[in-house]
């Protein structure tokens, strides 16, 4: 159970260490798809590292339901690109974030 403790920490931190960059008017610094690729291991890695049936018998969906909105967005974008004959590992603007800009959502400004 350290471990998850120790970890869960850990990437906490390293995801607020972007907050103050991206709250500033000048700085801007973004994670990437690396960034957010690493962090969905490490995520993945925490979940396969408790016992979540031990409590409760459904306990072991737990991951799935945390992790379901990015799941769902990859499967849905890669649908798309692949639909429209693209490749599905190049950049394009059918993500959920971006849809929402398209319906009049729009980011806040700082």
């Not at 471990?3 to 000048?26: D, H, M, Q, T």
């Not at 690396?34 to 072991?60: P, R």
């Amino acid at each position: 159970m350290f471990y998850v403790n120790f970890c869960s920490i850990a990437l906490a931190g390293a995801i607020l260490g972007f907050l103050p960059f991206n709250l500033s008017k000048s700085k801007k610094i973004f994670m990437g798809d690396a960034g957010s690729l690493f962090v969905g291991f490490v995520m993945a890695s925490i979940a396969m590292g408790t016992s979540y049936c031990s409590i409760n018998s459904f306990g072991i969906f737990a991951p799935l339901f945390i992790l379901a909105i990015p799941i769902y967005e990859t499967i849905l974008v890669s649908i798309c690109r692949i639909r429209k004959g693209k490749l599905p590992f190049l950049g394009s603007k059918e993500h959920y974030a971006l849809r929402l800009e398209k319906l009049g959502f729009s980011r806040k400004k700082f």
